[in-house]
């Protein structure tokens, strides 16, 4: 990763959004293991930051926050992502500005 | 017999437009959204240029339009992390009502637009994803498919977005490159009207400004940043080519946005603005390069899923091109509905059409212009560090003795080179 500094917790931004969110199914999974090069590609590319790796370099993801905007997809939908769908009804992100 | 005459899949501009056409020709038409309203999961910069919208309202109707502001000043900006060289544009011609463009906001446009579509007699149903489509033996389109639900149309017109899953099924589009799509993540601030009238020095609370940036704002890569005024807030963001972001050595697109708030040029827009929404979308910036098949057997696409989006650098477009599109994919849906041919031949009038069309005659006529932009590295560093260092150079007096403009500039120039910029400027013409 670039040594330019990330200052933002953007997950403080996210708190704002309106969400459903789909306790039982996941509709974005990641491969067992996914190849490192490939999941910073999501760390940069995810507008909602949800793609994240910690100081000990442990990597995580939750679609919680996703705003189903499917840039993952386009990127990694062929690497290391092994579901991309749209969440059920009535579910995910509700923008109320848009 | 089929449930519907027609079946519509995205409550947004084309899929509202295109059942409003249906409806208006008095074919029976679903619109099925994923969303718990029209408009709940998309988003735009953004503005809309109001003729193609001109064609399906009239001005009694579009005066009720939730336009938020009308956009008179054209901002453009070069952006290096220490200076902000600005072009502020406005003339009566920009605000002529004939072709104004205005400021939106998705969440409160696509409502009016989908209640517009509903008074006229088409039927919305909402917080319902299509998960496939259904086809008969011969592979025609004859419907989709939500969960254990199945509804039939003879025509099914998908306006499903840049993010489509279901073209694939469609006209066998498996998904747009990396290198041809942009992510855009905004920030909506809150502020009252008054106070961003003054701020973007507009002359009234209804008109405002459309500002892009280039340069610093991505921190040099393939991208930019914009900032459209609404009536009671400030859109603010960034868009940046997936590929190049993916693969850059640089922070992510939503760091991007936070240190172009914090740019001294911009800051003072939205100081003691509160954040109300933070959203992300993609932008199809390649256009007619990635563009897939229009029509098949029993189906339309029209809009984003459809790839139509111009970028130009100074301005992306797509909003105007989606009314359009919906609107001809509309009617021609149901005149081919009244031929009983809703085959990829009945349907094909849509395509001549659009061809015939400003919609595919400016995609074709800018066709090169996302590769110009992608290449063009020099717009996204060398040169907004140039204009500092000429503007610099200018306007910085410290009392040593005056050189000559020529003088002073032209070693920066050379930094850059004279036959890149000449380079870069023929390829701007040949491209635009």
Redesign the interface.
Known sequence: M?D?????N?DE??A??KYEVDEETAHIELVDEPSPAEFD?????????LYKRDEDGRESFDYAGC?????C???C?DTILSK???????M??????? | MADFDAIVVGAGLAGSVAALELARAEKSVLVIERGNFAGAKNMTGGRIYVHSLRKVFSDEELAEAPFERKITHERISLMAPDSNLTIDFTSDELGRDEHASYSVLHAPFDQWLAEKAEEAGAEFIYGIPVEGLMKDESGKVIGVSAGEDEITAEVVILADGANSLLAKEAVFYEKPPANQMAVGVKEVFELPAATITDRVLAASDDEGAAWLFAGDATHGVFGGGFMYTNRDSISLGVVAGIDAVANGDCVPVYQMLEDLKQHPSVAPLIKGAKVVEHSGHMVPEGGVNIMPPLVNDGVMLAGDCAMMCLNLGYMVRGMDYAVAAGQMAGKNAARAIDAQDTSINGLVHYVEDLENSFVMKDLHQYKNEPAFLESFDRMFNAYPALARDVMNSMFVVDGSPAAPIKKKVLPKVKQVGLLNIVKDARGAMKAL
Not at chain 1, 41 to 49: S, T
Not at chain 1, 67 to 71: F, K, N, P, S, W
Not at chain 1, 92 to 98: A, H, I, Q
């Open positions: 670039s330019m500094k990330i200052t933002v953007v931004y996210l704002v959004n590609k999501l760390i940069r590319v995810c507008p909602a930051g705003l189903e905007c499917g840039t997809r386009i990127i939908g991309w769908a749209y969440p059920g009804p009535t995910g992100v509700e923008y109320r500005y848009g």
